[in-house]
C-alpha cells in the first residue's frame, strides 16, 4: 500500500503538483531530481544482514558480473563494516588528515583569491563536500548532490544512497537491483551532482572498490573474534552460582531461585543435595583467552596499516619511534604525510575539475582559471630542514679539505648548495725585520714592534 501511494504521489508532482516531501518519490523530470536524485528513490530500507566470509566474496562476486554488475550487497557490507569502533576511530583519523588543513583559492600563479578563500573556508557546505569526497576512497565512490542554492550557498548538499547508484551504469536507479535509471553524468543532472570515484583496480568495473573491501574481511573476523571471547568469558570466567535445597514444593525452591538469581547476571542452577553438576574445561581453558586476543592485534595492526599507512599509526607515540627527533625520521609520521598528500591530491582535482566548474555553470562569480589547493607550509618546512642537513654535510667536506690545505672548487659548491660563497683572499706573508734600528718593521703592531727592539738590543749587549 506505501509503494502504490508514493507512486501516486510521484504522478501528482509530476503533473505539476506539491513538492516532493520525505517518503515521496519524484519524477525523474522534475526540478526536485535534477538538484537532487535522492528523491527518485523509492523509500524503501535496505535489509542488514549477519556478515561472513562466504557473503564477503559474493559480494566481490555480485560486482564483477559480467552483464549486469551490482555494488548491493558490498555497500550492505560496508555499512556494518563502519560500525566497528576501530575502523571508524582510523577513517574518521585518516580523514582529519585532509580536512584540518588550510586551504586558498589561487590562479595559476598562486597568487590568493582572499574573497574566495574566506568564502569557501566559512561554508559548512563545503567541508560536508571535502568529508562526502574522502568517503569515497573508502566506500569505491560517492555521488555528491548539491541540493538547491539558497542565499549563496548549498545547504542541503547531501549523498545519495550508494546501493541505489550503478558506477558501472552511471546511473541512480530507484529501486534496489534495477538496471534502468537516471544518468547522472546528463542533462540537468550533471551540474546538480558531483561524481567522485576511485580507481579501478583489476580492470574488471570501471570503478574500485574501496578500502572497506579489504578491511572487510578483517573486521568479520575482529567481529566474530568478539563475540567468541564474551562467549568464553561468560563460560569460564564468570562464577556460577549453585543453590541446595530438599524443599520440593515449587513456591518453596522459586523463593530460593530468586534469591539466587537476583546475586548477578551469572548463570546459576537450583538443584537437589544429591544432584551433581560438572563443568568440562579443555586443556587451554584457563589460557584460551590469549588466542583471541592474538587474533584480534593481528587483525586490528593490519586495519591499521590498510588505513594509515603504519601498524602502529594508531597507538605508539610521537617521537619513539624512528632514529631521529624530526619529522621526516619517523616512519609512522611519513606514513601519515603520505596520505595527507595523496588525499589532498585527490581533492584538488576533484574540485578543479568538477566542483568549481559546476559553481560557475549555475551562475557563481568563480573567475576562470582559478583552482583551489592545499597550503603546503609543512612540507615546504620539511624540505628546507633536509635541504639545510644536506648543505650542511657539504659544508663540512669542504672545511676538511681547506683544514687539509686544499683548495676547494667555490662554484662547484654554489652550484650543489645554492649558497653564494667567495674565496678568502690568501693571507700576505709578513715582511722580514728591518736592518735599521730606528725603521719601523711593516706588518707589526708598535707593541710588538717595540719587544722586538728590547730584545736586539739585548743581544747586542751580550756581544
Not at 21 to 32: T, Y
Not at 148 to 156: G, S
Amino acid at each position: 500500500m506505501g509503494w502504490i501511494q508514493s507512486i501516486r504521489n510521484a504522478a501528482i508532482v509530476g503533473l505539476g503538483g506539491s513538492p516532493v516531501r520525505p517518503g515521496i518519490i519524484a519524477e525523474p523530470q522534475s526540478k526536485e531530481a535534477a538538484r537532487n536524485l535522492s528523491s527518485i528513490i523509492s523509500p524503501v530500507q535496505l535489509q542488514r544482514l549477519r556478515q561472513d566470509v562466504q557473503m564477503w566474496r559474493e559480494a566481490i562476486s555480485e560486482a564483477e558480473l559480467a552483464w549486469y554488475p551490482q555494488r548491493v550487497r558490498m555497500q550492505r557490507m560496508f555499512i556494518d563494516t563502519i560500525l566497528n569502533g576501530h575502523v571508524f576511530s582510523l577513517m574518521e583519523r585518516r580523514s582529519d588528515l585532509s580536512l584540518l588543513r588550510d586551504f586558498r583559492i589561487c590562479d595559476q600563479k598562486g597568487v590568493e583569491s582572499e574573497v574566495l578563500s574566506q568564502y569557501l573556508q566559512e561554508q559548512d557546505w563545503f567541508t560536508d563536500y571535502l568529508a562526502y569526497s574522502l568517503d569515497a576512497i573508502f566506500f569505491g565512490y560517492s555521488l555528491i548532490s548539491l541540493g538547491d542554492i539558497k542565499d549563496d550557498a548549498f545547504p542541503d548538499l547531501s549523498i545519495v544512497r550508494r546501493w541505489n547508484v550503478s558506477p558501472d551504469r552511471l546511473n541512480v536507479a530507484r529501486y534496489v537491483y534495477s538496471l534502468d535509471g537516471v544518468k547522472f553524468l546528463e542533462e540537468p543532472y550533471s551540474d546538480w551532482h558531483i561524481w567522485a570515484k576511485t580507481k579501478s583496480e583489476n580492470g574488471a568495473t570501471t570503478c574500485g572498490y574501496g578500502l572497506f573491501y579489504k578491511i572487510g574481511l578483517y573486521e568479520i573476523l575482529l567481529r566474530n573474534t568478539l563475540g567468541f571471547n564474551a562467549d568464553f568469558v561468560e563460560l569460564y570466567a564468570m562464577p556460577y552460582r549453585v543453590g541446595k535445597t530438599t524443599k520440593t514444593t515449587e513456591s518453596e525452591r522459586a523463593e530460593l531461585e530468586s534469591a539466587v538469581q537476583s546475586m548477578g547476571s551469572a548463570g546459576y542452577a537450583i538443584i537437589d543435595p544429591m544432584d551433581d553438576i560438572s563443568f568440562l574445561e579443555t586443556r587451554l581453558g584457563g589460557t584460551g583467552w590469549e588466542s583471541y586476543d592474538n587474533l584480534e592485534k593481528r587483525c586490528v595492526r593490519t586495519v591499521t596499516k590498510l588505513i594509515l599507512g603504519h601498524e602502529d599509526a594508531a597507538s605508539s607515540t610521537p617521537g619513539q619511534l624512528g632514529t631521529g627527533g624530526a619529522k621526516e625520521d619517523n616512519p609512522v609520521t611519513m606514513a601519515m604525510l603520505a596520505k595527507q598528500t595523496k588525499d589532498g591530491r585527490f581533492l584538488e582535482s576533484l574540485t578543479n575539475k568538477q566542483l568549481l566548474p559546476k559553481m560557475r555553470n549555475l551562475g557563481f562569480d568563480i573567475p576562470t582559471g582559478m583552482r583551489f589547493a592545499f597550503k603546503n607550509d609543512e612540507e615546504k618546512e620539511a624540505f628546507r630542514r633536509r635541504e639545510d642537513e644536506s648543505n650542511k654535510k657539504t659544508a663540512d667536506i669542504y672545511k676538511v679539505i681547506k683544514d687539509a690545505g686544499g683548495k676547494p672548487d667555490w662554484a662547484y659548491f654554489k652550484e650543489r648548495t645554492g649558497i653564494p660563497v667567495e674565496a678568502a683572499p690568501d693571507p700576505v706573508p709578513l715582511a722580514p725585520l728591518s736592518g735599521d734600528k730606528g725603521k719601523e718593521a711593516p706588518g707589526f703592531s708598535e707593541r710588538v714592534q717595540n719587544r722586538l727592539k728590547s730584545l736586539y738590543k739585548t743581544g747586542e749587549n751580550d756581544q
